[in-house]
């Protein structure tokens, strides 16, 4: 598997506060992708990143931001938490070719 | 936006049964990727069609696009208790500085009665 770590792995929140989810890569790939999983919606593309400091927009960004300060870490921060962000966030890396690895995952719960 | 529609969305087989999962879309579909999450993992690339018609086998699995692009399968013989998981195609959606932006299908879940 590529050297992909997520963290936290689990997390329990309350609606309203902030959440930062971390993805942090050892393969030094240039594109990260940010995604949510949800029942009968497969994955969907939140946020992507394709260089320090370049960012952009997927499909479901609404609620979510992104930084990416350095090569290694993409973070996601859900600036005030709400129930329907409940999901299973993964991150995914690629370096440029066909195949996107993806991280083992967060398990977010938002009360 | 470009949505990939898939079925079934859960399918229980015998352990030896085949298997086949089918991506469709209205219109016509730029390259497909496939992946595989085992329960409680992550998604794991399988592989990428491109070519109109276009067959790839890997052992036991059989991928297929169509001739007009507008769908593809997946198809397993001979499922083997390994094969437990959900199946998932993706389209290649669009590139913005050399990032590929996938849209997943729901994806199917394969359970096996051994």
């Known amino acids: 598997d590529a050297g992909i770590t997520q963290s936290p792995r689990h997390k329990v929140t309350e609606t309203g506060t902030p959440v930062t989810l971390r993805c942090h890569q050892t393969?030094?790939?240039?594109?990260m992708y940010w995604y949510r999983q949800d029942p009968g919606h497969g994955l969907r593309l939140i946020h992507y990143?394709?260089?320090?400091?370049?960012?952009d927009k997927g499909e479901v960004s609404d609620g979510y931001s992104v930084s990416r300060s350095k090569t290694e870490d993409f973070l996601l921060t859900l600036e005030s938490a709400t129930s329907s962000q409940t999901s299973v966030y993964f991150c995914?890396?690629?370096?440029?070719?066909?195949?996107?690895?993806f991280g083992p995952g967060t398990r977010l719960t938002v009360l | 936006g470009q949505q990939v529609m898939q079925i079934p969305q859960y399918q229980h087989v015998q352990e030896g049964e085949d298997f086949t999962t089918y991506c469709n879309s209205s219109?016509?579909?730029?390259?497909i990727q496939w992946y595989k999450q085992r329960p409680g993992g992550h998604p794991v690339f399988l592989i990428q069609l491109v070519k109109s018609g276009e067959v790839k086998k890997q052992k036991r699995l059989t991928f297929q696009f169509g001739e007009a692009k507008k769908n593809s399968s997946l198809h397993i013989t001979a499922t083997q208790t390994t094969d437990v998981g959900t199946y998932f195609c993706?389209?290649?959606?669009?590139?913005?500085?050399?990032?590929?932006?996938?849209?997943f299908g729901q994806g199917t879940r394969l359970t096996i009665n051994p």
């Open positions: 219109t016509t579909l730029s390259n």
């Open positions: 995914a890396i690629s370096g440029g070719g066909v195949t996107q690895y």
């Open positions: 993706a389209e290649e959606n669009s590139h913005f500085q050399g990032a590929q932006k996938l849209v």
């Open positions: 393969e030094n790939h240039r594109y």
């Open positions: 990143s394709y260089g320090v400091k370049d960012t």
